[in-house]
Nanobody
Framework: QVQLVESGGGLVQAGGSLRLSCSAS????????MAWYRQAPGKQRELVARITSGGSMNYADSVKGRFTISRDNAKNTVYLQMNSLKAEDLGVYYCNAVVGRFTPRDYWGQGTQVTVSS
């Protein structure tokens, strides 16, 4: 019923920038927080950044000062601006959103690959 589609991943050099986008479609209503997670090869998926419906943001310590999360509620889209990329930022980045007023649940995108060369 709800689909999240990420875009903007790719190959970048260390120190470079990349902007990820995630657009939601389908039965969209009462969208709560939206977030970006990432998973490096052989590692657990981890929270990178989250933004609430009210616009409050929080970040993993490893990306503070380098990444910025934002959202456009009219477009049902969340963004992740990534600057000063490091090799350790490599991984598959997944979009997450909480949707539903009476029966809220988490939805996940298919993921977009981010590769940082050094």
């Amino acid at each position: 019923q709800v689909q999240l589609v990420e875009s903007g991943g790719g190959l970048v050099q260390a120190g470079g920038s990349l902007r990820l986008s995630c657009s939601a479609s389908g039965s969209i209503f009462s969208v709560g927080s939206m977030a970006w997670y990432r998973q490096a090869p052989g590692k657990q998926r981890e929270l990178v950044a989250r933004i609430t419906s009210g616009g409050s943001m929080n970040y993993a310590d490893s990306v503070k000062g380098r990444f910025t999360i934002s959202r456009d509620n009219a477009k049902n889209t969340v963004y992740l601006q990534m600057n000063s990329l490091k090799a350790e930022d490599l991984g598959v980045y997944y979009c997450n959103a909480v949707v539903g007023r009476f029966t809220p649940r988490d939805y996940w995108g298919q993921g977009t690959q981010v590769t940082v060369s050094s």
